[in-house]
Antibody, heavy 120, light 113 residues
Framework: EVQLLESGGTLVQPGGSLRLSCAASGFSFSNYAMSWVRQSPGKGLEWVSSISGSGGSTYYADSVKGRFTISRDNSRHTVYLHMTGLRAEDTAIYYC?????????????WGQGTVVTVSS | DIVMTQTPLSLSVSPGQPAAISCKSSRSLLYSNGHTYLYWFLQRPGQSPQLLIYEASKRFPGVPDRFSASGSGTDFTLKISRVEAEDVGVYYCMQSKQLPLFTFGPGTTVDIK
């Protein structure tokens, strides 16, 4: 059974930094791309970032490019999202999701999400 | 960027009745390999989204067969043959043709009359 468990969400001040983690189990982690998708309060879904299975390719939405960094540790079956220069509009539930191949294509399974609140 | 639209934005259905949601993309989602990169997700109240349909018409494992989807190019439809209480939530379509940029539709809220 695929399980994705996000952690690291908290209240942070504007301009601050945060690192989210997503621990995966139940599938061959290093073979699959992983992604982060967020949902602002009462809003729809917004793709944030993806990383290939090997970690050699990374992709970002324009809204976070230059501020967020995605990475993964295949030995720990964990994907990370390092967020800097946080803004109020980054307030959201952040979900990690796995893919069906080495490169991002779809979001087959989702974690339960971790809440990031950016406020002074 | 490919823009996704959905209609209606909300839908109220009696149990056992059918429901249909339309999704349109601003550009064709058919790729040169013959695959169509359109997906449907359901987000039940208080839960994470879950994949229902991939590549426009293929049911994800475990998804009840009362869910079906069709479409090609820029026009797609998700159908529920007989709505049940557990089908309540927000349905999103999403494209992955224009990678690495994934874009979602605005969502359609389905509730029970």
């Amino acid at each position: 059974e695929v399980q994705l468990l996000e952690s690291g969400g908290t209240l942070v001040q504007p301009g601050g930094s945060l690192r989210l983690s997503c621990a995966a189990s139940g599938f061959s982690f290093s073979n699959y791309a992983m992604s982060w998708v967020r949902q602002s309060p009462g809003k729809g879904l917004e793709w944030v970032s993806s990383i290939s299975g090997s970690g050699g390719s990374t992709y970002y939405a324009d809204s976070v490019k230059g501020r967020f960094t995605i990475s993964r540790d295949n030995s720990r079956h964990t994907v990370y999202l390092h967020m800097t220069g946080l803004r109020a509009e980054d307030t959201a539930i952040y979900y990690c999701a796995n893919d069906r191949g080495e490169y991002p294509d779809c979001f087959d399974f989702w974690g339960q999400g971790t809440v990031v609140t950016v406020s002074s | 960027d490919i823009v996704m639209t959905q209609t209606p934005l909300s839908l109220s259905v009696s149990p056992g009745q059918p429901a249909a949601i339309s999704c349109k993309s601003s550009r064709s989602l058919l790729y040169s390999n013959g695959h169509t990169y359109l997906y449907w997700f359901l987000q039940r109240p208080g839960q994470s989204p879950q994949l229902l349909i991939y590549e426009a018409s293929k049911r994800f494992p475990g998804v009840p067969d009362r869910f079906s989807a069709s479409g090609s190019g820029t026009d797609f439809t998700l159908k529920i043959s007989r709505v049940e209480a557990e089908d309540v939530g927000v349905y999103y379509c999403m494209q992955s043709k224009q990678l690495p940029l994934f874009t979602f539709g605005p969502g359609t809220t389905v509730d029970i009359k």
